[in-house]
């Protein structure tokens, strides 16, 4: 225990506070006990957050005053880095001088600089305090994506994001829960499941964001609460510094515009800036797709496995699926797969082709003649081909066709994706689509793979037994999905050593999703046929040529 | 022998002192391939280097340029060399670092990257066709930069066998476009912080 008497002088937001008590927080554990908070009323910016001040420096101050008597403390900190006011009567008074920091130029974290003013260093670290209330507890479903905007900050008028109506209602149309925090009537216009503007004090906000799985906010005070509350947080950024302030304790992803004057806080441009096209031009679409990066959902387990196999199958018309799949330069094959494509009668929808970087021209040639009614093609090649290692770069290419997905504004009943050596027996799409209709669990069931993967639940092993491509039981092909799903839930896949495909299952896994093991025997691998003919003789029950 | 310029694909002329050019880009190549000095003591230099208080605020001052320019969750610095800068590596985002001659981790074929650095390395790279390859959605590099008037052979940063390329800003840019890059920043910091003629830039895949 020390007795030296410390205060810190302080007046900004709430996000700037919270990041002080991390340096509060080391001079605790150095066993410092009387810590004042110095602050004045006067400030304008102040006067708005005094309520709130009021209500957090109990987490990290023994007490609030409000003017600056030096004698009375060992030792005296201002952190007026950005608000002067506060120094001036404090320069004055004592004849001193408190520098102002300028940000674009240090290029510290805002913590940083605080534990350096107080002696520590990056590896004192040790959290922020901040005090979480019990309650309100959300009714809302899983998973739940909270939205704020500025928290009520004089900056808005720079940073505000103006598409959060927009946003709240795509994201809800994809089945996530929309919770509102924030002041005022920021947000107006959004579509919610739950709203907490203005009535929550910021400990009860903490509680809110805590029990969310994503926070969607610009940089500011609420993004600092959801980091010390350890909630993924999504930053729009635009014209704030994201190295001064990007969240040190929890998962962050950041979506910005790339514009060239931004980040200008504190530049000349901040001050003439009349229309902040730094965050204007982040759209919508870039927003999910950073949702959809994040890979720690809470989502609950909803479904659970079993042997479907025995499921009578209906066939269902007029649906509408999105076909994915990209190719290299096994042109036999593609040749193969489109003819066996068109004579399997599939549901009208888009096919999405992603060329990676075939250097055989016929290739080309024959995905741009390949003409199907109903069907429309969407193409994109790739200038140069990924280095071609068992499974690298696989993940990348799927996500790019899910991002060709999401541009190309379509919505579909299905999304599959298929392989560029299959081969499809008629009516393929229409039984697979059919079980999973039949299953009728919920939108978020999952995804239908037609591997024969088992979960960790059912047993230990995941791939197959006789390797990647059951030929005996007709099990091969890849998954189908409801597009809600994948829109809402299938996220990204994740990269690693083996086939994406697999990586894909075990990343659902960890979130709480079995998968459902079909054998709708009419998918076969044509391009895994030789090869799994020579492990196994006799493997090969049909041939689907 | 003909040297073929990787922007325009044109012939490259000699201007003597083992240097080639190329006048439409106005890009150097140094043809002198000596092997440099890449050693343990060419390492321990850049180590302590790095160790420096400069070294130090040279390299946050790099990380606050990729923060704030960039989507990074995933990065990879080519040319890492004593891997002071991933030491200083912020929360939340995966680093992987490569350098041919003192680390050879490819661990980073597996990932899909975010952002490719180039500290003071793009201009060491011999076959900058793999650059490309690396398949980065963003690319940062500080890189020095020749400029109207300059005389290359004493230049400061002229080091034949170390640094194979000499750009100006605009053959950079041409290049980058070639790959399929906009640049959406630029900064001289590292000018400002007393490193003559060094310029960082950052390049978004489009």
């Known amino acids: ?3 030296d008497r410390l205060a810190f002088g302080f007046v900004n937001g709430l996000g700037n506070f919270i990041f002080l008590t991390a340096a509060v927080k080391v001079l605790r554990n150095w066993g410092y006990d009387d810590i004042t908070l110095i602050t004045d009323l006067n400030n304008p910016h102040n ?4 309520a709130l001040l009021q209500e957090i420096y109990p987490y990290a101050f023994n007490r609030l005053e409000t003017s600056f008597e030096e004698e009375k403390y060992d030792r005296l900190f201002i952190c007026a880095w950005s608000r002067p006011s506060l120094a001036v009567p404090y ?6 001088k408190v520098p102002i920091v300028r940000w ?14 107080v002696g520590a260093s990056w590896k004192e670290f040790d959290g922020y305090m901040f005090d979480v209330a019990e309650g309100p507890i959300l009714q809302s479903d899983y998973p739940r994506i909270a939205l704020a905007q500025c928290s009520g900050s004089g900056q808005s008028d720079k940073k505000a994001w103006p598409y959060f109506p927009e946003l709240s209602s795509k994201l809800r149309k994809m089945g996530y ?3 509102l925090v924030g002041y005022n009537d920021e947000l107006s216009g959004c579509e919610y499941d739950e709203d907490f503007r203005n009535r929550t004090t910021i400990s009860e906000a903490g509680k809110v964001l805590s029990q969310c799985d994503l926070l969607v906010a610009p940089s500011t005070g609420l993004t600092v609460v959801a980091d010390a509350v350890k909630t993924p947080v999504l930053l729009l950024e635009g014209p704030m510094f994201t190295a001064r302030a990007h969240p040190l304790q929890t998962d962050y992803r950041i979506v910005r515009s790339y514009i060239s004057c931004a980040p200008c806080f504190q530049t000349p441009v901040w001050d003439s800036c009349r229309e902040p096209l730094c965050m204007n031009r982040i759209t919508v679409d870039q927003v999910i797709k950073g949702v959809l990066s994040f890979k720690t959902f809470k989502q609950k387990k909803i479904f659970k496995g079993s042997d479907f196999e025995s499921v009578v199958v209906k066939k269902v018309n007029n649906k509408r699926v999105a076909y994915l799949f990209c190719c290299k330069d096994r042109y036999r094959l593609l040749d193969e797969m489109l003819t066996s494509f068109k004579k399997s009668n599939p549901y009208k929808g888009t096919m999405f082709i992603l060329n990676d970087g075939s250097i055989d021209p016929r290739v080309e040639e024959r995905i741009l003649n390949f003409k199907m009614d109903g069907i429309n093609v969407i193409y994109k090649k790739l200038e140069y081909q990924h280095m071609n290692v068992k499974g690298v770069r696989t993940a990348m290419l799927y996500n790019m066709l899910s991002d060709m997905v999401i541009d190309s504004g379509e919505t579909f009943d299905y999304v599959t994706l298929i392989d560029s050596d299959l081969l499809f027996k008629p009516g393929w799409i229409q039984k697979i689509a059919g079980i999973y209709d039949e299953l009728k669990v919920s939108k978020k069931i999952g995804l239908i793979t037609g591997f024969s993967f088992r979960t960790k639940d059912d047993s230990t092993t995941y791939g197959c037994d006789n390797g990647k491509y059951r030929l005996n039981s007709h099990i091969s092909g890849q998954w189908l999905m409801s597009y809600q799903f994948f829109m809402s839930e299938f996220g990204r896949f994740e990269d690693g050593a083996g086939s994406a495909d697999i990586s894909k299952c075990d990343d659902l896994h ?5 998968q459902i093991k079909v054998s709708p025997s009419v998918i076969q691998h044509a391009g895994a046929y030789s090869s799994s003919l020579r492990i196994i003789p006799g493997a090969l029950v049909e041939d689907f040529r | 022998m003909n040297f073929i310029c990787p922007i325009c694909d044109g012939k490259m002329s000699s201007v003597g002192q083992n240097l080639i050019f190329c006048g439409y880009d106005n890009l150097y190549e140094c043809i002198d391939r000596k092997e440099a000095d890449y050693n343990a003591d060419y390492l321990l230099h850049y180590k302590l280097y790095g160790r420096t208080t400069f070294g130090k605020a040279l390299n946050k001052k790099r990380w606050s340029f990729v923060l704030n320019n960039t989507q990074t969750n995933v990065l990879l610095d080519f040319g890492c060399g004593a891997d002071s800068f991933s030491d200083l590596k912020p929360n939340g985002i995966k680093v992987f670092s490569y350098d041919p001659y003192f680390k050879k981790d490819f661990s980073f074929l597996h990932a899909s990257l975010d952002t490719v650095t180039f500290w003071d390395s793009f201009e060491h ?4 066709g793999i650059v490309p390859l690396l398949g980065a959605k963003q690319i940062v590099m500080s890189i020095p930069i020749i400029y109207d008037g300059l005389d290359i052979c004493s230049w400061k940063h002229f080091r034949p ?8 800003q605009k053959a950079l840019i041409r290049l980058m476009q070639k790959w399929g890059y906009k640049i959406i920043n630029s900064d001289d910091f590292e000018s400002v912080m007393g490193r003559e003629d060094i310029f960082s830039y950052c390049f978004l895949k489009s």
């Open chain 1, 1 to 3: 225990m020390r007795n």
């Open chain 1, 47 to 50: 006067k708005r957050n005094y």
């Open chain 1, 91 to 96: 320069m004055e008074k004592y004849n001193r």
């Open chain 1, 104 to 117: 674009n130029i240090i290029g510290f974290h805002e913590v940083e600089m605080y534990l350096r003013m």
């Open chain 1, 177 to 179: 829960s929309v919770v």
């Open chain 1, 510 to 514: 960890k979130r709480g999703f079995t």
């Open chain 2, 125 to 128: 790279i011999t076959r900058l």
């Open chain 2, 161 to 168: 066998g170390e640094h194979i390329w000499y750009f100006s």
